[in-house]
Nanobody
């Protein structure tokens, strides 16, 4: 299983980015995929997660109304649309996938996901 994240870059506050995660060796109609981020000196945190089998879409408060996760099964790609970006959104963003169906309370935790991409840097700065 390989996950390849792309789409990061430098953007001004208030701008938008769309991250992509190309997945191979794993079909997206399998249980769960997610986007996480990690800033220097901070723990990895979920920004958006999608669990197909139990119809869960998770957004933490920091992402609600600004971020949106989606997937294209034909392209086996997961996307993260990020709008109204803030300097505090600066981090390395990772995509992840799980072959198991997580319970609702577990979907937000990195330990739930077995497969990870290499990360893409997002920098929000004027």
């Amino acid at each position: 299983v390989q996950l390849q994240a792309s789409g990061g870059g430098l953007v001004q506050p208030g701008g938008s980015l769309r991250l992509s995660c190309a997945v191979s060796g794993f079909t997206l109609n399998r249980p769960a995929v997610g986007w996480f981020r990690q800033a220097p000196g901070k723990e990895r945190e979920a920004v958006s997660c999608l669990s197909t089998n139990n119809d869960i879409t998770y957004y933490p408060d920091l992402a609600k109304g600004r971020f949106a996760i989606s997937s294209d099964s034909a392209k086996n790609t997961v996307y993260l649309q990020m709008n109204n970006l803030r300097p505090e959104d600066t981090a390395v963003y990772y995509c992840a996938a799980s072959p198991n169906t997580p319970i609702t309370s577990a979907v937000r935790y990195p330990e739930t996901y077995a497969y990870w991409g290499q990360g893409t840097q997002v920098t929000v700065s004027s």
